[in-house]
C-alpha cells in the first residue's frame, strides 16, 4: 500500500526529472534557432534570442510547478540570512574539450565554497571520480564558479541546492561535458542520495554532466545517475541547513531560494 507521503514524494521526483528533460529540449532549440537566425542576421540578434530563451525556461519551470507539495517560505515571509555578495563579475569563459586529467588519484582533494551563506567544505572523492574531481579543479582554478548564484532550491520530495551554473538560469556550462562516474557509490543504497552527498546535475541523458552540482541536505531518493564526487563537512551541513530553512521563491518546494547563495570563491585544495 502506497501511502500519500510516498506519493508525494514520487510525484516530486518525476517532476524533477521531466523539468531535467525539458531543459535539454529547450536547449536543443534553443541551439537550432540561434544557428539559423545567426546566419539571416548575425551575432546582435542571436545574443537577444538568449535572452529570450532564458525567459521562457523560467516560465516553463513555473508552468509546470507540482500540484502536490509541501509549501515553503514564501520571500517576505523569512529574513535573508546571507551577507552580501562580494564584488565582483561573473566569469563566461567556455572551452571545447575536457581538461586533460592532471589531478593525483590517489591524493585526497577538497574543495572550499566560501559563500554568503558561510563557508561549505566539501571531501572530494578523487580515486572513485578523478574525471569529475579534475573538472571541478580545473573550472576553480580558472574562477569560472566565482560570484555565481545557488540558483535552484528544492525541498519536497527531494532536498537539494543546486550551483555551479554562471547564468543562474539552470542552463549554462563550461562548454564541454565529462563522462559519468563512481555511480555504484557505497554510501548510494536503495537508490537513496544521503545527507552530505555532493553530485553532478546533467540533462538525463549519460555523459552529460558539466558544471552543475548538487549538495543534499536531507536523504533524496534518486536513481543513481548523478556521478557523487564529495561529501559536505559537519558546519557546511549547517550552511545548507541554513539555506534550506529560508525556503524557495514559488511556494511549491522548487525555485530559486530565498537566501541570496552565492559563492564569492571557490577553491580545491590537494592536501
Not at 36 to 47: E, F, K, M, N, Y
Not at 63 to 77: I, M, Q
Not at 134 to 140: E, G, Q, V
Not at 218 to 245: C, H, N, R, W
Request: glycine share 8%; net charge positive.
Amino acid at each position: 500500500m502506497v501511502t500519500q507521503e510516498q506519493r508525494k514524494r514520487q510525484l516530486a521526483r518525476e517532476k524533477f526529472l521531466r523539468q531535467q528533460q525539458r531543459r535539454t529540449a529547450s536547449r536543443r532549440k534553443a541551439r537550432a534557432r540561434n544557428a539559423v537566425i545567426a546566419s539571416v542576421l548575425g551575432v546582435i540578434v542571436v545574443g537577444s534570442l538568449a535572452l529570450y530563451t532564458t525567459g521562457v525556461l523560467k516560465d516553463d519551470d513555473k508552468a509546470n510547478a507540482g500540484s502536490e507539495t509541501t509549501p515553503s517560505p514564501s520571500p517576505s515571509a523569512v529574513k535573508d540570512p546571507c551577507e552580501k555578495p562580494a564584488e565582483g563579475a561573473v566569469k563566461t569563459q567556455t572551452w571545447k574539450k575536457e581538461p586533460a586529467v592532471t589531478i593525483d588519484k590517489s591524493a585526497k582533494y577538497s574543495m572550499k565554497l566560501a559563500t554568503t551563506c558561510g563557508d561549505i567544505d566539501i571531501a572530494l572523492k578523487a580515486s572513485a571520480a578523478p574525471h569529475t574531481v579534475n573538472s571541478f579543479s580545473f573550472l576553480a582554478g580558472k574562477g569560472y564558479f566565482d560570484h555565481t548564484k545557488c540558483h535552484r532550491l528544492t525541498t519536497n520530495g527531494i532536498f537539494v541546492l543546486q550551483c555551479g551554473d554562471p547564468t543562474g538560469t539552470g542552463s549554462g556550462g563550461p562548454g564541454y561535458t565529462i563522462p559519468d562516474e563512481n555511480l555504484k557509490d557505497s554510501s548510494l543504497k536503495a537508490n537513496v542520495y544521503p545527507a552530505g552527498t555532493v553530485a553532478m546535475a546533467n540533462t538525463s541523458q549519460p555523459n552529460s554532466g558539466g558544471s552543475q552540482f548538487f549538495l543534499v541536505f536531507e536523504d533524496s531518493q534518486l536513481p543513481p545517475s548523478y556521478t557523487p564526487f564529495g561529501t559536505v563537512s559537519k558546519t557546511g551541513m549547517a550552511v545548507l541547513k541554513k539555506i534550506a530553512a529560508a525556503g524557495e521563491n514559488t511556494g511549491a518546494g522548487d525555485g530559486a531560494p530565498n537566501a541570496t547563495v552565492v559563492i564569492d570563491k571557490a577553491t580545491v585544495t590537494k592536501s
